[in-house]
């Protein structure tokens, strides 16, 4: 195997490490007909099954990572519970604060 290959799964799986997987599930989505049961009828029909895929939320924005800063398609879920290190931004025409 030559070294190219190897550095690209090693670069692709420490992105799945930080990000987790970010391809879309596969599913089914049921169409049906009749009324159901305790609503008395006589209970659901499924007429046709199509096979889809449940899609993650993911955006596109500026993360930190190795001390520097790179666009990464991540999972909304990730930035809300805040496993995902933004890169601080200050105003415009400000100096940061010197301690």
Same mark, same amino acid.
């Given at each position: 195997?030559?070294?190219? *290959? *190897? #550095?690209?799964?090693?670069?692709? &799986? *420490?992105?799945? &490490?930080? $990000?987790?997987?970010?391809?879309?599930?596969?599913?089914?989505?049921?169409?049906?007909?009749?009324?159901?049961? $305790?609503?008395?009828? /006589?209970?659901?029909?499924?007429?046709?099954?199509? @096979?889809?895929?449940?899609?993650? #939320?993911?955006?596109?924005?500026?993360?930190?990572?190795?001390?520097?800063?790179?666009?990464? #398609?991540?999972?909304?879920?990730? @930035?809300?519970?805040?496993?995902? /290190?933004?890169?601080?931004?200050?105003?415009?025409?400000?100096?940061?604060?010197?301690?």
């Amino acid at each position: 195997m030559s070294t190219l *290959k *190897k #550095n690209k799964r090693i670069k692709q &799986a *420490k992105k799945v &490490a930080l $990000y987790g997987d970010t391809k879309p599930a596969a599913g089914r989505s049921l169409c049906e007909r009749g009324k159901a049961k $305790y609503l008395g009828g /006589n209970g659901r029909k499924t007429t046709g099954i199509t @096979i889809r895929k449940f899609r993650q #939320n993911l955006q596109s924005i500026r993360v930190e990572e190795d001390g520097q800063i790179v666009r990464r #398609n991540v999972p909304v879920r990730l @930035i809300r519970s805040g496993l995902v /290190n933004k890169p601080v931004v200050r105003a415009p025409f400000t100096l940061d604060d010197q301690k």
